[in-house]
Structures are given as structure tokens and as C-alpha cells.
């Protein structure tokens, strides 16, 4: 994979007002087959449809609504949603953004050249932008690039919350975005409206469409699960015929630094979030205040849907009914998980890796710090590692490692110090007698301490995709130290199935993950094989041990998860939430590290207690079921149990019978 040709486009930028640049031509390319329409003529064509009516129709039919009330629901739901696309906001947008990135970023790269291939593309075919997301600057950063390079503005889809922001709210949907609730449920005249509402903007290509198919903002700097909803909404034209082909663009945004680096760290913890609202916007100011270095963003190669689903799918049977009444067969289900899994892949794949991670990923495994030179020379040789594995690391071969070091300590100074003694250490609350007399106090102490060493975590979350395939199978040899293939592949489906929340495979992919990791360690001399039994070289013990203890603090969490799971009672059938399941385990991590029977704070991430209920579902060691509306589960204990033992094959645990006194599970209130 070659590396694409990245250009600073606030270079240019710095040489001219901010006026001036909001007030460049602007005219961007049009698909071929849009008939031009005012945002209101949108509205009505939603309002109008067969899909709509048809809904409107049988829900006056099933409940006590009239039509006329069912259709005034409607253009209540399609107003809330709509867009706008007005010139005026959105020059002063690009006035107000260019000023704002000059201020918070040194640089902001983009693969210039993909991007202007990609707009004389998108004269031909529809076209959905599919950016990660890992910042609120993402969908700011898609439109400011957009507008920079005279590419079509996107409509974004963005939560309803942004809606309720005084002035923010308006100056967004004039700008291009159109706002959707969180959650549906069951309400299928809304359903109907927002289905009706991106098709028609895809079948007639008023503008590319942009939203995330991870769903929501990643607080841990890994990609999320992706999520396949809007996405069989926007891909629905093509299988029901109505376009001929659609283009889907997988992007990668990549920070040095992001701005809500502090807050995700918080909100892991269980801190919640601010509300978004123009105030909190307003007092967040200080931040212009700081460096975050620069962005990367990248434009990865085209997909057409057209290309992916020859062979796979039979789009004929679509005509056997009305377009808006087809229903995806299992076949077109599992293209669009494919399709979905294959985008988020594509992000990780064009990701530019700062040499902060690299840093961060040192500096996690060495807690109470190191020495510059130390340091220096490890991050030397991960990095090396990461470019064996195709990676795109931020760092030409002629700057002198030492200073790219120390500049990545310097823009993380709130995190880590470089001391007078050339020691490098993080910069956590210090433990004096007063603070830690009470219990209450030791808990302070110890979420300050999480706090800082979470952010380093969300640093070293940003290599994981590229080491996670090859680390589980050098975990795979972390017990016995050697085994066969067949016994290696064993294990290294479990793992990939256990962590299967917390890290992107393909489904249905696991042997060709296998012999891709196998033959790369090998061809690396990290693996030998002596009479068909594989084991770890001498001069690949250290890479072994270090993707140990990047990977080990995901199952310890897990581990975690099921001592708490496995204190509820057998004959407690009440289940418990989420939120109380998470909640529990955390404050059984809490207690095992302020007595210092373990040492990784990741332990006490809420997202990583989350993922391990949601993958003890899918692998039937816990119930999910609904009461009154909410979800709720309960652990099997046998396989709860069973599941503990084979985790603790992989890693050291504490011995909680003799040293825990274990909190019970909470049930359902």
C-alpha cells in the first residue's frame, strides 16, 4: 500500500485574510442526473412519497389517528430534520473555521489529489463520505475541507442534540446538516420520514451524504463496532434499483491531539458529559489557547457498492413488490455487515500514526517513568515495528528521533514532564499522607490518577488496529510457549472472538487473519517452527512481551467483568442493567487497585466493561432480555466460570477469595 501524497492546506491559508478566503469562487461539481431543488421542494417530496403515505395510511388504519393528524406528525418530523444549504452561513462558516484551525493546529494535511479525482467522480455517481470519528472537529473538518477544494458541501447526519444549540444549531443545518434522533424504537412514521428523507437526497444527488458508520464519537481512540442502520438506509437505492451504481468513500481523520481529550477520559470513568449547548461552547474558549499540532485527514480509495455486490446479491426479487416495500433478504443483510466492516477496516488501514502513540504505548508500560534516552530508543524500535506492519507513522526517516520525542512530550505537557534529570515521567497527583486518610479521599486520588493515565491509554489505543492480529497470536504461545498451527488457531479464534467488541475483524474472516499474521511474524523471524511445532524466537521475545502488556489489560478487564458477574446469586433471575453491571465492576477494579493488587487503570474504562457484557452475549454466557422497556441481562454462571478460567490462561490475576471482599451484583431497581 503506497502512501498517499498529503499537502498542508493551511499553509496557503496563513498569506490572506480570513475574509478573503470565505469569499473565494466557489463552484463546485453537480451529478449528472440532480434536478436542483430548494431545501422546502425536499421536504414535500418526502412528505409526498408513496413510502410515507403508504405508512400514514396504515397506522390511521391501526390506531385512532386520522390522517391528517399522522401527516402534520410527519411534517413536524421532517422540518426537525431538514437541512439547509445557504451561501451566506456558509461563508461565514468558512470565515469562522479557517480562523478557528489557524489558531488551534500547525497543519492540517490532505491527499489533495485523491480528493479532486474523487469530485470529478462524483459527477457520475452518488456519493456517501464515511469519516471516522473520534472528535467533534470530524464533521466541521469534512465541510471545511470540502469547501477548500471545491468539493460538492455533504449533508451530515448529526444527533438532534446539536439542534437545541442557540445559533450553533441554525448556523449547522445552514451549512449542510440534517438532525436524527438517537433511537427510533418503534415509531415507524418517524422510520418512514428519515428513510424517505436520505433516499431521496441519494437518488436524486442534491449533495454527497455524509455520517458516521461507527455510529457515535470514539472516547478511546479505537474504532467503534459499526453500526448498520443508516447505512442499509443510504445503500437501499441501489438494491431496489432506483440508482445505478453509488461510490463510498471510507476517510481517516487523524490527531495529534484532540480537544476533548480530557473530557473523554473523564466521561470513561463514569464523569458524565457536558450537554452541548452554546454556553458550554463559549466557555471552552480557553482551548484556543493550547497546540494541538496538526490533522491528517485521507480520503481512501473509492468503493463502488455496484462492484462489491456482484455475485453476492440478487437484486430481481426487489422487483416482485413496490420499491418502498422491499425488504432486505438475508444475503443483502449480511453485504451491508460486510460493507460496513469493510469501510471502518479502510479507516484503520489509511490512519497516520503520531509519534505520540508510539510514546504512549511506551510510556504506559513504563508507569513510574524512564529515561529520555530510554524512552528515545524504545519508540525507535516500536516504530519500526509498525512501519514492518504497514502502517503510516508521522515521522520521516531524516528527523533526528530525539526531537520528535520531545516534541510530542511538549504538546502533551498536561500529561507527561520531561524533567531537569532527563526523566520522563507522567505528571500524576502526588499520594500525600493528609489526601489519602479517608476511603473517600483514596477514591479521589485514585480517578485523578486513572484520569491521567487514561489519557495515555487513548494515545496508545490509536496503534492497536495494527498490532491487534499479530498479538493474539503471540498470546496464543503465552502459556505453553509453543504449539502446532491447528492449536494456535484455536486459541486465536477465541481471542478474536472474546475481544470481538473491542477491535475490527471481518466477519467469517478468522482463518485468513491467522495465516496473514503467521506469515508476516514469520517472515520477520519473530516465529520458528521446528516438527510442526511453532514457538517464539529469541529475537522475538521482546516483541512478544511487549504486545503482552499493551493487549493483557483488555482481558484483565474482561476477567474482571465475570468476578462480578459471577458474585450474583444463582437464584437472583431479575437481571441488571448496563449501567449497574459496569458500574459494579468498576468499583471492584477500584478496590483491587488501591490495594495494589493490580496495576492498569484501563481496567476502570466503562467502555471496556461494556464491550466484555456485550461479547459475554454473543458467546451465550449472559442473557439479554427486556423488562419494561429495558434491556437487561444475566450471567450464566457456568459459562461465566468456565470463561474465567480460560481468560486466566493468558494472564496473571489476583487471588480475590483471600484478598477482595467482593461487592454483590446490583439488581434490577
Known amino acids: 500500500m503506497s502512501r498517499p501524497e498529503f499537502e498542508d492546506i493551511l499553509e496557503a491559508k496563513r498569506q490572506y485574510s480570513d475574509l478573503g478566503f470565505s469569499m473565494e469562487a466557489y463552484d463546485p461539481p453537480r451529478y449528472k442526473h440532480c434536478k436542483p431543488r430548494t431545501p422546502e421542494k425536499v421536504k414535500e417530496d418526502v412528505l409526498n412519497s408513496t413510502r410515507v403515505l403508504s405508512v400514514i395510511e396504515q397506522l390511521a388504519a391501526e390506531t385512532d389517528q386520522s390522517e391528517d393528524e ?24 468558512a470565515y469562522f473555521l479557517n480562523k478557528i484551525f489557524k489558531t488551534l493546529y500547525k497543519k492540517i494535511y490532505v491527499n489533495g489529489n485523491d480528493l479532486e479525482k474523487l469530485a470529478k467522480m462524483s459527477k457520475d455517481q452518488p456519493v456517501l463520505l464515511l469519516p471516522s470519528h473520534r472528535s467533534y472537529i470530524d464533521f466541521l473538518m469534512m465541510s471545511y475541507v470540502s469547501y477548500c477544494y471545491d468539493f460538492p458541501l455533504p449533508v451530515i447526519a448529526a444527533g438532534v442534540d446539536f439542534m ?9 443545518r445552514n451549512c ?40 457515535t464519537r470514539s472516547r478511546t481512540s479505537k474504532s467503534l463496532s459499526p453500526k448498520f442502520g443508516l447505512l442499509s438506509a443510504a445503500i437501499e437505492p441501489f438494491l431496489n434499483g432506483s440508482v445505478y451504481d453509488i461510490t463510498v468513500v471510507p476517510i481517516s481523520i487523524s490527531y495529534d ?23 458550554g461552547l463559549v466557555k471552552a474558549r480557553s482551548v484556543l489557547q493550547e ?27 426487489h422487483g416482485l413488490h413496490p420499491r418502498h416495500m422491499s425488504m432486505f433478504t438475508s444475503e443483502e443483510q449480511t453485504f451491508v455487515q460486510h460493507l460496513a466492516h469493510q469501510v471502518v477496516l479502510a479507516q484503520q488501514k489509511y490512519m497516520v500514526i503520531s509519534p505520540w502513540s508510539l510514546v504512549a504505548a511506551v510510556l504506559s508500560q513504563h508507569p513510574q517513568g524512564l529515561l529520555l534516552e530510554k524512552l528515545v530508543n524504545e519508540v525507535v524500535w516500536l516504530k519500526k515495528q509498525a512501519v514492518g506492519l504497514g502502517a503510516f507513522v508521522d515521522w520521516s526517516a531524516k528527523e533526528d528521533p530525539s526531537s520528535v520525542v520531545k516534541s510530542a512530550l511538549e504538546l502533551h505537557h498536561h500529561v507527561v514532564t520531561l524533567g531537569a534529570n532527563g526523566r520522563v515521567a507522567l505528571n500524576l497527583p502526588p499520594q ?25 491509554v487513548t494515545g496508545t489505543n490509536q496503534l492497536l488496529h495494527v498490532f491487534v492480529r499479530i498479538a493474539l497470536v503471540l498470546m496464543a504461545l503465552s502459556k505453553d510457549g509453543s504449539g502446532t498451527r491447528d492449536e494456535l488457531f484455536t486459541i486465536f479464534r477465541f481471542l478474536r472472538r472474546v475481544l470481538g467488541k473491542d477491535f475490527i475483524f471481518m466477519p467469517g474472516q478468522d482463518k485468513q ?105 454473543s458467546m451465550g454466557a449472559v442473557k439479554r432480555f427486556k423488562s419494561n422497556g429495558h434491556a437487561l441481562f444475566l450471567p ?14 493468558f494472564i496473571a490475576v489476583p487471588d480475590l477469595k483471600t484478598t477482595l471482599q467482593v461487592i454483590p451484583v446490583k439488581s434490577r431497581l
Open 70 to 93: 399522522l401527516l402534520s406528525q410527519a411534517r413536524t418530523m421532517v422540518h426537525e430534520m431538514g437541512h439547509n444549504q445557504r451561501m451566506r452561513s456558509i461563508r461565514f462558516f
Open 164 to 172: 437545541g444549540m442557540k445559533f450553533v444549531g441554525t448556523l449547522l
Open 176 to 215: 449542510g446538516a440534517y438532525f436524527m434522533r438517537r433511537s427510533f424504537g418503534s415509531d415507524r412514521l418517524y422510520w418512514a420520514v428519515f428513510t424517505e428523507y436520505v433516499q431521496t437526497l441519494i437518488r436524486n444527488g442534491d449533495s454527497p451524504m455524509e455520517f458516521f458508520v461507527e455510529g
Open 257 to 279: 491531539r484532540r480537544l476533548e481529550e480530557t473530557l473523554y477520559a473523564r466521561e470513561l470513568l463514569g464523569i458524565p458529559k457536558p450537554k452541548e449547548s452554546t454556553s
Open 291 to 317: 497546540d494541538y499540532g496538526s490533522i491528517h485527514v485521507c480520503f481512501g480509495e473509492p468503493m463502488s457498492v455496484r462492484k462489491l455486490a456482484e455475485g453476492r446479491i440478487d437484486r430481481s426479487v
Open 432 to 456: 500525600t499522607r493528609t489526601k489519602m486518610e479517608t476511603e473517600m479521599a483514596r477514591k479521589h486520588w485514585l480517578m485523578e490518577e486513572a484520569e491521567v493515565r487514561l489519557m495515555v
Open 513 to 617: 487473519d491467522f495465516d496473514t499474521a503467521v506469515q508476516y511474524l514469520f517472515r520477520a523471524h519473530v516465529l520458528e517452527e521446528d516438527g510442526g511445532s511453532v514457538r517464539v524466537s529469541d529475537s522475538g521475545k521482546k516483541l512478544q512481551s511487549f504486545l503482552h502488556e499493551m493487549f493483557s489489560p483488555f482481558l484483565l478487564g474482561y476477567w474482571m467483568m465475570c468476578q462480578y458477574l459471577l458474585t450474583a446469586s444463582p437464584d437472583d433471575s431479575r437481571g441488571s442493567t448496563t449501567q449497574q453491571l459496569t458500574r459494579g465492576a468498576q468499583d471492584m477494579a477500584a478496590t483491587l487497585l488501591r490495594n495494589g493488587l493490580v496495576k492498569r487503570f484501563e481496567i476502570l474504562s466503562l467502555d471496556m466493561l461494556g464491550n466484555s457484557i456485550t461479547s459475554f452475549v
Open 636 to 649: 450464566v454462571q457456568g459459562e461465566i466460570l468456565a470463561l474465567s478460567k480460560q481468560i486466566e490462561n
